[in-house]
């Protein structure tokens, strides 16, 4: 079992930049490939970024590519997601998620188990 605990999203201004966190439990988040998420309203979730078990290998959105950064620490349990130039279709609210499979079915939300409550991020044009 495996919790998820986002935090730092909130509002910014267009061109801005966010750093998400999301802080797991146990002690096994190394043996998990981790995902980010996001729903705007109105719209089904949609993937983000998703990173290996050891940070080795990421996947990426096309619509972040560049802009977003995925990253973690195994030593303290932590997902981030760094987020730069920030454009107002990126409001929504971010899910991190854990699986225990990184390779194949890139970007579904399928390979994942574990769900974070989420982290609203806002973003002003």
């Known amino acids: 079992q495996v919790q998820l605990v986002e935090s730092g999203g909130g509002l910014v201004q267009a061109g801005g930049s966010l750093r998400l966190s999301c802080a797991a439990s146990?002690?096994?988040?190394?043996?998990?490939?981790m995902g980010w998420f996001r729903q705007a309203p109105g719209k089904e979730r949609e993937f983000v970024a998703e990173?290996?078990?050891?940070?080795?290998?990421?996947h990426y959105a096309d619509s972040v590519k560049g802009r977003f950064t995925i990253s973690r620490d195994n030593a303290n349990n932590t997902v981030y997601l760094r987020m730069n130039s920030l454009k107002p279709k990126d409001t929504a609210v971010y899910y991190c998620?854990?699986?225990?499979?990184?390779?194949?079915?890139?970007?579904?939300?399928?390979?994942?188990?574990?769900w974070g409550q989420g982290t609203q991020v806002s973003v002003s044009a």
């Open positions: 990173i290996s078990q050891k940070g080795y290998n990421t």
């Open positions: 998620a854990a699986g225990q499979v990184y390779y194949g079915d890139y970007g579904s939300s399928r390979k994942y188990d574990y």
């Open positions: 146990g002690r096994t988040f190394s043996s998990y490939a």
